[in-house]
């Protein structure tokens, strides 16, 4: 009975460490995706901002869209 104690100990300290690297790795993984995440954001073309380059291209396909001349 003791040894199957020990070997008991011994597993439930490996589980603990499994765990412990477990976590550490999904808080990388989180941290990661959140970065990711706010990039994105910050990167991205706003609604108003993308409603008028449509209109200009639609504009310029039509040729109703005249560059200013100096």
């Not at 603990?16 to 999904?26: G, I, M, P, S, V």
């Not at 959140?34 to 380059?53: F, I, P, Y």
């Amino acid at each position: 009975s003791n040894e199957v104690a020990q070997s008991d100990e011994r597993l439930r300290a490996a589980l603990a460490d499994l765990h412990d690297t477990f976590a550490a790795r999904a808080g990388d993984a989180e941290a990661a995706l959140s970065r990711s995440s706010a990039e994105l954001r910050a990167d991205k073309v706003g609604r108003e901002d993308m409603a008028a380059l449509l209109t200009e291209l639609a504009l310029r396909l039509k040729g109703d869209f005249d560059l200013p001349t100096p």
